[in-house]
């Protein structure tokens, strides 16, 4: 093993930051093939079954890369590698939170959710219940996630493309909006469960090869690796630290994770582009399949850059590690791989952000334009155009946004995200699934109550209290960095009591009905 | 045999059978998995020294318990495939047979 002072001077060359040949090439073919996609997907885009659900012609196992594709962010790929490279074994316990939302979905709402909805997760928190108060609720409960996670998407785009091709931040922004814009206007969901697809390939492959050169390092022997990341930072690198140091604070930001997933409306979008309930429920095996294997040997690749590369570069490059995986990238494989790295990294954040474009535009106009306004005598004609001005809306205020948070610290919106989504999305869909007695007003309470307690126990917890709005340590109101235990406790509690004092005959005599729907797939779209 | 009205296969025990143990599967898959990932959190909430030990050289037991937790979380989804396929999906076949023969 070489000293770290040569290591140093090894990596401190880097080309990180310049536009190279390598990385221009990789990125323009990744654009040039998801454009061909998206002209091929423009013509199979004409109705809104089309545009929403891409046909449900989507087959379960390309669901299950599709689904992996768009949870899999740049943030995950580059921010895991570089938490497990600065501080060891507390990225990795990170990790392991990341996929175990995926089975629990499939316990719980994958199959019932494919049988009751049509193109989003309100679809079936409304089956049985008022439209219009419902589909409201819901828009604002999946909107809100969907906005906090793109906001913190494209900040962080900004700077990750800043840091790799060395473009400014603002351009950056455009540039992403621009091409996402491209493929969710004219190709809705086909062209984006292709990108989503090819991404995610793209991005296990690259991740696989260099989890392999690294574990060559090491004769393929992972025992020699942990050695010489102990040797070089000490036991504690391999030890639980400072991550876990209160338990109920973990276990919050564990239901924050694993029950977020089942209110993500980009996420729960995709059970409606498979043809049945078998399909989806297949699609999460494969999915989570993906998934955890790539959350598996994240951690191999963050602990060979602390190993190879050295803390004190990759902290010297960018002070989060972000830049970890891509240094390593070039440390082991040249400028051509980092090229290869970085484009894959830039093709990850565009799929995200084209996924997340079209779950707002379908919530805005299938759920609020069709629903509400048109009380659901939208032609569909009318309604793909809506669905197309949402999609325009949407694309130009996640720019504007991701331009006006510049320099931010958005990485909590993440977690605000995740914390809506399973404060306020996830109860009222789960009980509106299996619960007979609840009703309108109940699912309207439920959601707006995880909402704003969501919202509002963020600001005063200490995430955004102390760091962000930088107050004095110890100043803030709620003691949880994540609120999720609270929040959506409180939600399924006002859900219930509200459904209690509220009875809806219609809803309760539907909900029979809707039972042969739910487990039989009995007149499921 | 005469084509059975929604509400026969409604109120059928064949019905109301596979709905109680979609629901008793659902239900111990969900419960295993909570003791498999909130067990790992709460084993590092109160007792780092043990995840700390070292099995290896240097490797410490709480590195092989994280991918083991992941790897089993994926196998819990596996079980529930595989008992949905060979048992779930027949029955469903059967009842929407009995609605539409």
């Known amino acids: 093993m070489p000293p770290v002072t040569e290591q140093a001077a090894v990596a401190i060359q880097t080309t990180l930051g310049k536009p190279t040949l390598p990385s221009i090439s990789f990125f323009l073919i990744i654009v040039v093939i998801t454009m061909l996609i998206t002209y091929w997907a423009s013509k199979r885009t004409r109705s809104a079954k089309e545009f929403y659900a891409a046909g449900r012609g989507i087959s379960a196992f390309q669901n299950g890369l599709a689904l992996a594709g768009d949870y899999m962010s740049a943030a995950s790929f580059l921010g895991i590698a570089g938490m497990v490279a600065l501080k060891g ?12 939302g995926w089975p629990a979905l499939m316990f719980l709402i994958a199959e019932p959710l494919r049988n009751l909805g049509k193109f989003t997760f309100a679809d079936v928190v409304a089956y049985r219940l008022k439209q219009t108060p419902v589909r409201i609720a819901s828009a604002i409960g999946g909107i809100l996630t ?3 996670y793109t906001i913190a998407q494209m900040v962080g785009s900004g700077s990750l493309i800043k840091l790799m091709f060395g473009l400014p931040y603002e351009v950056a922004e455009i540039l992403v909006g621009v091409i996402m814009l491209a493929y969710v206007l004219f190709g809705g969901m086909l062209a984006t469960t292709w990108v989503q697809i090819i991404k995610a390939v793209l991005l296990l492959s690259g991740v696989s090869v260099l989890m392999l050169i690294v574990l060559s390092k090491f004769n393929f022997d992972p025992g020699a690796l942990y050695t010489a990341v102990a040797g070089q930072y000490g036991q504690a690198a391999l030890e639980p630290g400072g991550l876990i140091s209160n338990p ?3 276990v919050s930001l564990g239901l924050a994770l694993m029950f977020g997933l089942l209110g993500l409306p980009h996420i729960l979008q995709r059970f409606f582009t498979v043809p049945n309930a078998k399909a989806a429920r297949v699609s999460v095996l494969y999915a989570s399949g993906f998934i955890g294997y790539f959350y598996i040997i994240i951690p191999i690749v963050g602990f060979g850059a602390s190993a190879l590369i050295g803390r004190d570069i990759i902290t010297q490059i960018d002070k989060g590690g972000n830049m970890a995986a891509p240094l390593l990238a070039e440390f082991l ?12 990294a830039f093709a990850t954040i565009l799929a995200v952000v084209a996924g997340l474009t079209l779950a707002a535009a379908s919530a805005i106009s299938h759920d609020i334009y069709a629903h509400v306004i048109k009380r659901g005598k939208a032609t569909e004609k ?27 610290n958005v990485a909590f919106m993440v977690g605000l995200a995740f914390a809506i989504a399973c404060s306020a999305n996830f109860p009222a869909l789960t009980l509106s699934i299996f619960w007979k007695r609840f009703t309108t007003a109940g699912a309207v309470c439920s ?6 307690l969501a919202v509002g126990l963020i600001i005063i917890s200490p995430t955004v209290w102390e760091d962000v709005l930088k107050n004095p340590k110890g100043s803030a109101l709620f003691a949880l960095k994540n609120p999720a235990i609270v929040s959506m406790t409180a939600s399924f509690i006002v859900g219930w009591l509200v459904s209690l004092m509220t009875k809806e005959k219609a809803a309760e005599q539907m909900f029979e009905d809707e039972k042969l729907r739910t487990y039989l797939g009995v007149g499921a779209e | 045999m005469a084509k059975k009205t929604v509400q026969n296969v409604l109120d059928s025990n064949q019905f109301k ?5 979609r629901a008793k599967v659902s239900t111990l898959l969900m419960i295993l998995l909570f003791l498999l990932y909130y067990g790992f959190v709460l084993l590092i909430g109160f007792n780092k020294p043990f995840m700390a030990q070292k099995i290896g050289e ?9 991918v083991a937790v992941i790897i089993l979380a994926w196998l819990l989804t596996l079980a529930y495939v595989v008992w949905a396929n060979a048992i779930y999906d027949p029955e469903v076949e059967k009842l929407r047979g009995q609605l539409f023969d």
Not at chain 1, 333 to 344: D, H, K
Not at chain 2, 17 to 21: C, D, F, G
């Open chain 1, 447 to 452: 959601i707006l109550t995880g909402a704003f």
């Open chain 1, 248 to 250: 109920i604070d973990a």
């Open chain 1, 89 to 100: 074994y507390d990225g990795m316990i990170y990790a392991v939170g990341w996929l175990v």
């Open chain 2, 58 to 66: 240097s490797v410490t037991l709480g590195i092989p318990m994280a």
């Open chain 1, 146 to 148: 969907v906005l906090f």
């Open chain 1, 382 to 408: 009318e309604e793909v155009l809506a669905s197309r001005i949402a999609t325009l809306i949407f694309g130009v205020v996640a720019v504007l946004l991701g331009i006006l948070f510049k320099g931010q």
């Open chain 1, 333 to 344: 494989g040249g400028t051509p791989f980092l090229g290869f790295i970085a484009a894959v």
């Open chain 2, 17 to 21: 059978s596979l709905v109680a143990k």
